[in-house]
């Protein structure tokens, strides 16, 4: 069973997602429940107040998320489920929309990641495990490291 509420086979009493602003106060009510009772609110909120998803999740309406980035000055449209997801939560299928390296430079945004699973705490193997990707090898790992982290360049666990 998950520990997210609304994940269907806790077979939650509301489907969040078909909950618009415009839905009956009580069906509102009891969609916002289901986050208030949820165990993973409080991981979820900050995630999903930067990006525009449907219905209610986090125990707001869209319409209610959208005035808050509005007074945040947030941009959902810039902001990817990779971009707002701690480093080493990112699951493969959150990989997709990464771009393809060309020309022999690794994307920034892929290079970014690479530093991001660093700063976490993630090691090299990890790192090449979770990408999955050809261009991201230990050697390139290792490469990142030490030239965007300074003091890296003595990692014991870079092959
Ligand atoms: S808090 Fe988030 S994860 Fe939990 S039920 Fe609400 S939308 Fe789903």
Redesign the pocket.
């Known amino acids: 069973m998950s520990s997210?509420?609304?994940?269907p086979e806790n077979d939650?009493p509301i489907d969040?997602v078909t909950v618009g602003d415009g839905a009956p106060q009580d069906r509102i009510d009891e969609a916002r429940a289901?986050?208030l009772a949820?165990?993973?609110?409080m991981?979820?909120?900050p995630l999903?107040k930067r990006m525009d998803v449907a219905g209610?999740?986090?125990?707001l309406t869209r319409g209610e998320r959208l005035a808050w980035q509005e007074r945040h000055g947030v941009h959902p449209e810039s902001t990817s489920l990779l971009d707002v997801t701690p480093a080493r939560q990112i699951t493969a299928a959150m990989l997709d929309d990464l771009p393809a390296s060309g020309g022999g430079e690794i994307h920034p945004r892929v290079r970014d990641l690479v530093l991001r699973m660093t700063k976490a705490g993630m090691s090299a193997d990890q790192i090449v495990d979770r990408l999955g990707r050809e261009d991201i090898t230990h050697r390139t790992v290792n490469y990142l490291r030490r030239t965007y982290m300074k003091g890296w360049a003595r990692v014991s666990d870079i092959a």
């Open positions: 997210i509420a609304c994940a939650p969040l289901v986050c949820c165990p993973a609110l991981r979820c909120s999903v209610v999740a986090a125990g």
